[in-house]
């Protein structure tokens, strides 16, 4: 009974870090560049695994850096978490 208490608690955490990470995306006005976000659109995300990185993301993907950094504005690639959703394809 405790396994399945603690799977529900672990399944509870990750809808509502998924909901806080959606309510984040959708509330986002201007990126750490200074550029406005508003007409970006995302046409594909990526899930981050353990271990991922922006560089390492960025070349699976086929993109720069810079590529990359347009498509993911608030990207802090310093504290990358798993199950955080990574813009891949799209237009900034």
Same mark, same amino acid.
């Given at each position: 009974m405790a396994g399945s208490s603690n799977q529900a608690a672990k399944n509870l955490a990750l809808f509502l870090s998924f909901l806080l990470i959606a309510l984040a995306v959708e509330g986002r006005q201007v990126g750490i560049t200074g550029?406005?976000?508003?007409?970006l659109v995302c046409s594909s995300v990526y899930g981050a695994? %353990?271990?991922?990185?922006? %560089? *390492?993301?960025?070349?699976?993907?086929?993109l720069t850096a810079v590529e990359f950094g347009d498509l993911n504005p608030n990207m802090n690639c310093n504290a990358i978490f798993v *199950?955080?959703? %990574?813009c891949v394809a799209g237009s900034a």
């Open positions: 550029k406005s976000d508003a007409n695994e %353990l271990g991922d990185t922006c %560089l *390492g993301v960025a070349e699976e993907f086929k *199950g955080q959703w %990574l």
